[in-house]
C-alpha cells in the first residue's frame, strides 16, 4: 500500500486545474473577514475563499466544502478550487464555497492546526482552530442575500472530512447533512491510540443530522479496517450514517474526492436528494 501519496496528489491536482479551467474560472475568487485575538483585542484577517453560484438572486442551498491538510510536495500556498465539484453542484441549483483556511492558499494568518503530538487532545486543539474558519464563512453567508442559511450541508475531503462532521456535531443547526470524503485528522502511523475512531465517536454523539462517510480501498493513510471502524464509532455513538467503500483502480483511495467523481457521484445524488437539497436537475 502506498503510505505517501501526497506526490500522486500533487499531480492530481495540477492536472485537474488544467483539466477543468472552464469550470474553474466559472467560481468567483472571494475575500472573507475572521475575526482572531490580536496583541490588544481582537484584529481581522481575510480568508480566501472560491464561491461556485447558479445564476439568479436565490435564496439557494449551500455546501461548505473543507479542505485537507497539507504536506510533502503539496505547499501551503495551494488554493484548494474543487472546480469539478463547484460544477455539479450548480447545476443542480446548488451554490458551492471552498474556503482556504489560516496560513493556507492565500489566507491571512498562521496555520495552528498542526500540534506535533499524535495525540487526541492535540487532534482537539486543532479541530477547535480549523473551526473558527468555519464559523466565519457562516458570518459571511449570513450577510449574502442569495444564502440560504437552513439549507447548508457541510462537506470536506481528509482532514476537511473530520473537520465537516466535527463542526456539525458541536454547532447543533448548522447544517443539515453532512459529506465526509476520505476523512481524519491524522493517519494510521501517528501515535498508538486509534484517534480517529475516538474523535468521530464524538461526533457522533453530537450528531444531529446525517453523515455519509465516502471511502475507498487502498488509502494511503487509513487502512480498510480503520475506515470501517471509524463509520461503526460514529454510528454506535448514535449518529446517522451511511458508509461507502469504494474500489478503485490504479490510483490511491485517498484521492477518491479528486480522482473518482463518477464514482461516488450517484451516492451524492442520493444523499442531497434526501435531505431536498437538490432544486433543480441538469
Known sequence: ?????????LFLLLFCAARYAYAAAT??????????????GKRTVQLEATVYKPDGAGPFPIVIFNHGSSGGPIPA???????????????KGIV??????RGRGQSEGINR???????????RQGIHYASEAVAAVYDYLRRQPWASMNNIVLAGHS??????????????????????????????NCGGEDLNAILFSEAGAGAK????????????????????????????????????????????GHLLFHRAM??????????????VLVIKTP
Open 1 to 9: 500500500m502506498n503510505r505517501h501519496p501526497w506526490l500522486a496528489l
Open 27 to 40: 467560481g468567483q475568487s472571494i475575500w472573507v473577514p475572521m475575526q482572531e485575538p490580536g496583541l490588544v
Open 77 to 91: 500556498t495551494y488554493t484548494e478550487k474543487a472546480a469539478a465539484f463547484g460544477t455539479y453542484l450548480v447545476s
Open 96 to 101: 458551492l464555497i471552498v474556503p482556504m483556511r
Open 113 to 123: 492546526e498542526e500540534p506535533s503530538a499524535c495525540n487526541v487532545e492535540s487532534a
Open 159 to 188: 482532514r476537511g472530512g473530520m473537520l465537516a462532521s466535527m463542526y456539525a456535531a458541536n454547532h447543533p443547526g448548522s447544517a443539515v447533512g453532512v459529506i465526509n470524503f476520505s476523512g481524519g485528522w491524522k493517519s494510521d
Open 209 to 252: 443530522v446525517p453523515n455519509l462517510f465516502l471511502y475507498a480501498h487502498g488509502d494511503g493513510f487509513y487502512s480498510d479496517e480503520s475506515v470501517r471502524k471509524y463509520a461503526e464509532a460514529f454510528e454506535h455513538a448514535g449518529g446517522n450514517v451511511r458508509f461507502m467503500l469504494y474500489a478503485v483502480d490504479q490510483i490511491d
Open 262 to 275: 463518477r464514482t461516488w457521484e450517484s451516492e451524492v445524488d442520493r444523499f442531497l436528494t434526501g435531505l
